[in-house]
Every structure is written in C-alpha cells, then in structure tokens.
C-alpha cells in the first residue's frame, strides 16, 4: 500500500459523525493486542489551552530524557503532525503499516454500520504508534471533554484540565459546572488532578475527582504562578509549587500560558524526577505554531488559532501588551463557533477581513462579516480564501499597524504556508529519477509512469491547498508543462505535494500568470522565481564570504577529543599558527570550536569552554578572514562574538533558546544544523521516510524560530547535520541532493569531512582525505554555500576547480 491510498483511507473516515464513548475505541484497540496497557499515559482535558500545555508537558519530559509520544489535534499541514514520537511526525511508513493491520477491521465494522470515527481511528494509532516506539511516556491531548473522548481508553498516570468555558453544550452540558464535572473524569486514581479552573469549575472538577492540584495566581494555590509580562517574543514567568520553584522564559505570550505552564510543569513531576533546570529548559523550548506567533515586525503580523470567546479574550490582553496604530483582522472560523461572541471578545479593529479557510466545515465568509459588521465600526470586507484576505490586510497596513490571523487554526495554518511551504527544485536527469521525484510526491504509480518522461527539465515539488494545485495543474498545462499532484483526495483539508515540470520559459510565463491571482496564488509567483532564481531573483549581496561561490570553513578545534585533530591545536599558540596556515591556503572562515560533538564526548562546562576559544579568537581576530565559534551554549556564543567572532555555528540546532536571541541582538549569520543528539549518540535509531525531506521539514521550523527573533534568511545557515543521527547511506542521500535545501531561501553548509559516513566506501579514520575532497567538489558543484573541512588547501583547490569549470561554461555560454 503506498501512503497516498493509506492516507485517503483514513480521511475516507470523517463522513462518520462524531460520537460520545469510548467503547468503539477500546474494541478497535483490542484487535490490535491493546496497545494502550503497555503506554504510561498524561492525559489534558480542558476547552482552552490543552494543547499548548500537552506541548509543555512534552517538552519538559524530554528535556527529562525521556521518550515521549505527543497526540494532538488538528494539524497544521500533514495528517501526521498529530502523533509524534520524540518531537518528529509519525513516519510515512508507520503510518502505512497501522492502517495495513487496521484496514481489515474497519472494514468488517463498515460493513455492520459500525465503522470507527476518523478521530477514535487516529486515537488507535496514536497508541499503536507508540507501542511500537516503547515511549517512556505518551501525553494525549482530549478531543472532546474527558468522559466520553475516545482517549479516555487510557488509564492515565497524571492528568489536567486546563480551564473550562461554554463549548459544546449539546454533548457535555448547558453550565460551566456540568462541563467541569465531564472533564474531570479524566482524573488519574493515584493522583490528584492538576487543574487551572476557577469558581464553580474547580469544585464541580473536584466533585468527581476528589484530589485536586490547583494552579493559579492565588496564594493559597498549590502552585502559584506569577506573570512577569512580555519581554520581546518571550514572557517571564515564575512558578512556586512550595517545595519547588522554577524562574523561566516561554516563548508563548500571555497570562493564561503561564497559568498553562504551571499546569504542564505539575503534570510532568507527576511522571518523572525533574531538577529545576529541566523544567526551565522544557517550557523555554516549547515552541507551538499558531498560538500567539508573531512573524513580522512591519507591520507587526500575529497568528493565533483561537477559536472561541474565551480563548479570544485571553488573546486580546495579549495584543494589549505590544504597540501598534491601527488593528487589521482576518478572521477564518468553523460553522459551529460563537460568532458574535468571537468578535466581541477581539479588540476593536479598523478593518477586518473575513474569510473562508479551504474546508467543508469553514462558515460562510459573509456569516463572519455580518457578525463582525454588527459589533462595532471596522470596514468589514470579504474574501473566499484566507490567502488572498491575508495579502489583503497586509497590503492595507501601515508599518506601525497589526495584521492579526485568527478564529480557527485552519485558517492560521493556511496563512502560515507562506513562511513554511517547501519550493524545492529537483535535478532530475533521466526518466528514471523523474518517476522516482513524482512517486516521493505521492503521485499514483499510473500517474508517474505516464508523466515520467516529461519530467526531465526544469522540475519543482511543492505542497499547496487542492484548489490551488487544480489552478497550477490547468495553468501549466495550457503553457505546454506538466504538473502532476498526489494521489491524496481529502479535498476538505489536506494540503498536497505537485509536482510541475517544463521548461525555464514556461516556468517564467506560470510566474506571470499567478501575480495577481486570488487563493494565495500570487505569493506562489514569487516562490517559484526565487527557486530558480530567474527574473532577479538571486542572493542578495550582503558581504558574506559565501555570495560569491562556494566558501570554504576550516575546522580549528582547540579541545583535547575532538575525533580526528582532537589535541593537535589546543595550546593557543599552537591554535593561532594553524589559523595562520589556513588562510594562507586561502580559507574564507575559521571555525573555532572548544566542545568536541563526537560520539561519547563528555559536555564541557560553558565557562571552560569560553576559556579555551576566547584567548584564540582574539589573537585570530586581525587575520584576512571571517571568523566562527562552533558552540550549543548562548553564553560561549555572546564571549566569542565580543572577542570577535562573525559567526554562530550551533550543531544542535538552537536548542539553546538564547541563541536565536543572541545572533539576532549582534545581527550576526547563525548556522542552524538539523541534529538528534549532541554530542552524537551513535545508537539513536531515527526512521526516515525520505532523509532529505524530513530534515527539509524539521529544519523549516528552526528557521521560522530564528526568523521570529529578528534574521532574514540570508543570515540563516542550514546544515543538514552529516553525521548526527543518521545512517552513511543517509549521509550521502543528504550530500548527493545537497541543492534541494535551497528552496528554503538559506544558505546551505555541508560538514562532511572525514566522518565515518565514508566507511561504507571502505574508507577507515585515517584514510578519508581523498573521499572528503570528493565529497566537496559534490558539494561545490551541486550550489552547496560553504563547505567546513579540516584540510583546507586541498578542499580550497576542488572549490576553485569547480569555480573554474562553471565559469568556463558561462563563457561557452
């Protein structure tokens, strides 16, 4: 079974209406051997904020190390966003294989008209999912309520509800009490319930679970919690639970995420043995797109997925604490949200724009405007898709105004494809890798066979809404293209991979014909000539070594382990001479590193490591050649940028949430690699369904993060991390499809120098020089920015072979 027919089984299965009770769910998890008694469970109910707490929770149990699944709905862009293992989405191939085992019994079900729910379906998978990766823990996030939600399957080791609010009164209740009393049935027998309700929702919680864990900004709370405010794109946020306390930063802003902290912060000691250092690092790194995202500054652009008065209200406080003139409104809601309320509990906008988000469930654009049209003054217009209402208050805004994207998380995420939507150029030079590409994309085997052989000009794979890919398809077909689209048919919600194929000349005319056009079409234009880089649309040049070709980066380490010059440079003296000899081969940047990341290194304290590459820095700062610091830690980055350093080279991917801040306060380049563990655990055992895309898609993230703090993307450094938790033959995969990471609009590095990837060609530790001077000129030939080595004259000579060979081919040209 390919994914694309697994997929459209599991969408098949929302024409069943939901349905309160959880005995269908345990009777589909029997046939499947029970996966959910062998699963230690944190289950959080509550009708705001489950979801940024069931990331919290997360996060801080894995800053634990432990192993944890994650399952939470909806998702932004890909069905599997929901069940993560470890912070990665369910793999393509496990998610093949549930529906291989369970596709029998849904079946038979069917056939008794008594088929599964698409979300009881994706509950079971969750569960089987995570059997099948042996978490340590699985936080699940309640669909609907707690007593009947088909998660309460669960028999649950910790559990919260968040806060309770009016929602669906037909299935849980017509009061706030009624609905308590339902969600607090998610309570564990051998602890109390973890709670941020108030007033008659937390004595309503505690008639049925006994036990309570209140969170609050009372005294008399079991845990209290103290908001500091915002500072910058993060807020202080102090949390004392008696005999614990914890000082910490969260990179969600508002009040009501602090209460949410709290509640996450009990659940997760609840579970595990945590030091304060944990749960400060978890929440500070608990990043959740679409809850309060800021991703412009001029105008200043908001997103946030709230989706009913309650959720609106907390995000109209926080949109008090930032400064702006005039507030511009998109607002995208499903049918059977409070309208009226929703635009009572906004702030008062000068103009909303009212939309319609790409779904069977989404309410009529002009609904959405009457309601707003009714509260208050704004100049209400409409617009059927949210792209297109997006680009519409944008271009309305002054640079001192707010653009905020709100009332559903369907609408934030179609608004959002704009930062994240991979564009990706493929080299595809033969019938072969044609049908290979279109089959990646999902496309039917009937499908690839038949377009194969169109394919083998200029080809781009990108993922958009059904309705644009319909346009793309009808548009490049009358230019004499090809553009093939993935078999997946949930036209109600799924975005989807296209393929198009043609030629330069007919790419440049599909640019033209998309400005302009509605459904986010027009932004799509630009995407497509950056890719190509046609039209002007190259680097732009900032003074950076790299915007002239291929940059060479020459590794100094001056630590005693590193693992193939550990202790050659570790005296300063020594250091400075190596650095000397490096730019005299004619190296563009000098990579000083003080912690070795090589499997079973020892991590070396910050203030040691500052100690061996500040005295270096210094004494190199005056040499003819740009300068970087190889650390993880903000505190080593901020010594090494004052001593003078130009660059951040961070291996494990800004999991230091000071570093993004750090590069952007020095407006300095950062380098942000896709990494699993540092330093390198050599038995992680990570599954890829495709190496390159997945670090394309784990990456885009890191880069949105940094972008949020203030770099352009020309500043942003993506190393696809060679080496770090991935197999050789995923090594060279990465290597051999280095261009496709330049549809993330980053400069691209490649770290392959003497790794042990170059054992599968029979290559040992101390015989891999030649294999690293072929991999560069690869590299090199294949657009890759900057290549670090630690043989720089020889790697500086393939660079420049290259160079020669492209430039000769202009001249021919």
């Not at 707490?53 to 069905?79: C, F, I, K, W």
């Not at 849980?172 to 009490?177: C, K, R």
């Not at 009393?181 to 027998?189: F, Q, S, T």
Request: charged fraction near 30%; include cysteine; proline fraction near 5%.
């Amino acid at each position: 079974m390919e994914f694309h027919d697994a997929a459209n089984f599991l969408f098949d299965l929302r024409r069943y209406p939901p349905r309160p009770g959880t005995t269908a769910t345990r009777d589909f998890l029997a046939h499947l051997d029970d996966p959910q008694e062998s699963v230690r469970a944190v289950q959080i109910a509550g009708s705001n904020g489950k979801g940024s707490t069931a990331r919290m929770t997360e996060r801080v149990l894995r800053e634990a190390g432990l192993d944890v699944g994650l399952y939470t709905s909806p998702h932004l862009d890909d069905v599997r966003e929901r069940v993560r293992i470890n912070g990665h989405k369910l793999t393509e191939r496990a998610l093949v294989e549930f529906v291989d085992d369970a596709r029998p019994y849904v079946t038979d079900r069917a056939a008794d008209g008594d088929a599964p729910t698409f979300f009881e379906t994706l509950t079971v998978m969750a569960l089987w999912a995570f059997r099948r990766a042996d978490v340590d823990v699985a936080v699940l996030e309640v669909g609907i309520g707690g007593r009947h939600d088909a998660t309460s399957v669960v028999d649950p080791v910790a559990s919260a509800v968040t806060t309770v609010t009016l929602e669906h009164t037909d299935l849980l209740g017509d009061t706030v009490a009624e609905i308590a009393r339902d969600k607090a049935h998610v309570a564990p027998d051998d602890a109390p319930l973890v709670t941020g309700t108030t007033g008659d929702a937390r004595e309503a919680a505690r008639d049925v679970a006994g036990d309570l864990y209140t969170v609050g900004t009372d005294a008399d709370e079991d845990c209290t919690v103290a908001y500091g405010g915002r500072d910058g794109l993060e807020a202080a946020v102090s949390l004392d639970g008696g005999d614990w306390s914890v000082d910490t930063k969260l990179p969600l802003l508002g009040e009501h995420q602090a209460r949410n902290a709290g509640v996450a912060a009990a659940l997760a000691r609840q579970v595990a043995d945590l030091d304060r250092d944990d749960i400060a690092r978890g929440l500070r790194n608990a990043h959740w797109p679409g809850r309060f995202e800021v991703m412009g500054r001029d105008p200043l652009v908001v997103l946030d997925g709230a989706h009913n008065p309650g959720g609106c209200a907390a995000l109209a406080d926080t949109l008090d604490s930032f400064d702006y003139d005039d507030l511009h409104v998109v607002i995208g809601a499903m049918s059977d949200k409070d309208h009226r309320g929703i635009a009572a509990a906004l702030p008062d906008a000068e103009h909303v724009v009212a939309c319609e988000p790409d779904l069977g469930r989404a309410e009529d654009d002009d609904v959405l405007a009457r309601a707003f049209e009714a509260q208050g003054e704004a100049t209400v217009e409409t617009r059927s898709d949210v792209a297109g209402a997006f680009e519409l208050a944008r271009d309305a805004a002054g640079p001192d105004d707010c653009v905020l994207v709100t009332g559903s998380l369907y609408c934030v995420a179609e608004a959002r494809a704009g930062w994240t939507r991979p564009t990706v150029p493929k080299r595809v030079d033969s019938v072969a890798e044609a049908r290979e590409t279109l089959s990646a994309a999902h496309v039917t085997d009937a499908g690839a066979w038949r377009m194969g052989g169109k394919g083998v000009h200029r080809v781009l794979r990108t993922r958009v809404q059904p309705r644009q890919a319909q346009y793309l398809k009808e548009e490049m077909l009358s230019l004499g293209g090809e553009c093939a689209v993935s078999g997946l048919v949930d036209q109600d919600r799924e975005n989807v991979d296209a393929v198009l194929m043609g030629t330069l000349a007919q790419f440049k005319r599909l640019a033209g014909k998309l400005d302009g056009q509605p459904y986010g079409l027009s932004p799509l234009a630009d995407e497509l000539r950056a890719a190509l880089e046609i039209e002007g649309h190259g680097p732009d040049e900032l003074g950076y070594p790299w915007e002239d070709g291929t940059a060479v980066m020459g590794i100094l380490n001056v630590t005693p382990d590193s693992f193939h010059d550990g202790g050659e440079y570790e005296a300063v003296e020594a250091a400075v001479a190596r650095a000397e000899e490096m730019v005299d081969h004619g190296v563009d940047i000098v990579d000083v590193g003080g912690e070795s990341t090589r499997p079973g290194a020892e991590p070396v304290p910050a203030a040691e490591e500052i100690d061996r590459v500040v005295p270096v820095i210094e004494e190199i700062s005056d040499l003819d050649t740009t300068i970087a610091v190889d650390t993880r830690k903000a505190a080593v980055a901020r010594a090494a940028l004052d001593a003078g350093a130009d660059i951040l080279n961070d291996v494990s991917g800004l999991e230091d949430p000071e570093m993004r801040l750090v590069a952007a306060d020095h407006d300095v380049p950062v380098v942000v690699m896709h990494s699993e563990e540092t330093p390198v655990d050599p038995d992680t055992d990570r599954e890829y369904d495709d190496v390159v895309t997945d670090v394309v898609d784990e990456v885009t993230e890191r880069i949105v993060l940094a972008e949020k703090a203030g770099l352009d993307r020309e500043q942003i450094i993506v190393d696809p991390g060679i080496g770090f938790g991935k197999s050789p033959a995923e090594d060279f995969e990465l290597l051999g499809r280095i261009d496709e990471f330049r549809a993330l609009g980053c400069p691209v590095l490649v770290g392959h120098s003497h790794k042990s990837m170059f054992g599968r060609i029979d290559r040992g530790p101390d015989e891999r020089l030649a294999a690293t001077v072929a991999g560069t000129t690869l590299a090199a030939e294949r657009g890759a920015d900057i290549v670090r080595v630690h043989d720089v004259q020889e790697n500086v000579a393939a660079v420049r072979a290259v160079e020669a060979a492209d430039e000769s081919l202009d001249v021919d040209e």
